[in-house]
């Protein structure tokens, strides 16, 4: 069975700082996978997706993450983080493309940013 | 840009009742999602459909019924509510692997 590991529930971090969050999945077989932000009283928002492929990814907001298949790893980076950023960060892999696969979340990770 | 819609975004009710959420997506999917998150932010999911019929079934309680009438539409009805059932239920559709979440009903069962 798939599942998604995020070591840190609660990272603090000051504006302007760097930024990065950990992510181990457990998947045999091709892992798609995904990150997602969900602002206070939102709901998820999509940061960026993998596929097979180029193992860097683009997000929005400045984000990236590496796919690290010999890791078993999907960390997600920000070179300088904004106060805007507070918020919990969701990683999450899909069994596959068919339509109906079901993503499998971590338990999020919470950034806080200060001043 | 947003693009599933859930009412309500708040219910409080009592134990025993029963309550109902709709979910409507207007970005043309053919699947759609419930999934439950509970006090600590966890997410599992709930049901899946696809094109009206339902694919995927998680164990939940039977009382929690999803129903579709057409792809764009998924509302979730819960038969007599118990106090496990207080969470935020979030719906969700997607083109194929990557999904796109509403706004969330937040459910407060006394």
């Known amino acids: 069975a798939q599942s998604v590991t995020q070591p840190d529930a609660r990272v603090t971090v000051s504006e302007g700082a760097s930024l990065q969050l950990r992510c181990k999945y457990s998947?045999?077989?091709?892992?798609?996978l995904f990150w997602y932000v969900q602002y206070p009283r939102q709901g998820l928002q999509l940061l960026l997706k993998y596929y097979p492929g180029d193992p860097v990814v683009q997000g929005v907001n400045g984000f990236e993450a590496e796919f690290s298949k010999s890791n078993s790893s999907f960390h997600l980076r920000k070179a300088s983080v904004h106060w805007s950023d507070w918020a919990v960060y969701f990683c999450a892999v899909s069994m596959g493309n068919s339509a109906g696969n079901k993503l499998t979340f971590g338990i999020g990770t919470r950034v806080l940013v200060r001043p | 840009e947003t693009a599933v819609f859930q009412t309500p975004n708040y219910h409080v009710t009592q134990v025993g009742n029963e309550v109902s959420f709709n979910c409507k997506q207007t970005l043309g999917h053919d699947t759609m999602y419930w999934y439950k998150q509970d006090s600590k932010k966890l997410l599992k999911i709930m049901f899946s459909y696809n094109n009206k019929q339902l694919i995927v079934n998680e164990t939940v309680p039977r009382r929690f019924s999803p129903q579709s009438s057409d792809k764009a539409h998924l509302n979730l009805r819960i038969k007599s509510v118990e106090p496990e059932d207080s969470a935020v239920y979030l719906c969700?559709?997607?083109?194929?692997?990557?999904?796109?979440f509403g706004p969330g009903t937040r459910l407060t069962v006394l």
């Open positions: 969700a559709s997607s083109p194929r692997t990557e999904q796109y």
């Open positions: 998947y045999f077989g091709t892992p798609y």
